[in-house]
């Protein structure tokens, strides 16, 4: 079946499903397409300066940062830092900490757990 403009899908802050999270930061997000098998997501999120400790994620997230600066922390001690413009797969399973150093936006798909 032959897709036309009609059926591109816009990604970004205002569009989708809305939720103010509560993990102990400033956060916001829009789903914006979630799979007919429901096994991915993607959307849009925007957060404030802060940090938040999570357990090991489910699935593998496709990461997009567009704006800010963000820094995550395994349970190891280990950390890495991304910018915006720069990309990343954060793997299921991983569990550590989130900072938000500066505040961000990032556009990101939830895959199917493998």
Do not use: N
Not at 29 to 41: E, F, T
Not at 50 to 69: C, K, N, Y
């Amino acid at each position: 079946m032959t897709k036309l403009v009609q059926d591109i899908k816009r990604l970004g802050a205002g569009v989708g499903t809305h939720a103010k999270l509560d993990f102990g930061m400033d956060e916001d997000d829009w789903c914006a397409l979630q799979g007919s098998s429901k096994g991915h997501l993607v959307g849009w999120w925007e957060g404030k300066v802060g940090a938040v400790s999570f357990p090991a994620t489910a699935t593998d997230e496709v990461v997009w940062l567009a704006e800010g600066r963000v820094a995550l922390t395994d349970v190891e001690g280990g950390r890495v830092e991304f910018r915006a413009g720069e990309a990343y797969l954060l793997p299921a399973g991983f569990a550590g900490r989130w900072e938000t150093l500066e505040d961000a936006k990032k556009l990101y798909v939830l895959l199917d757990p493998a």
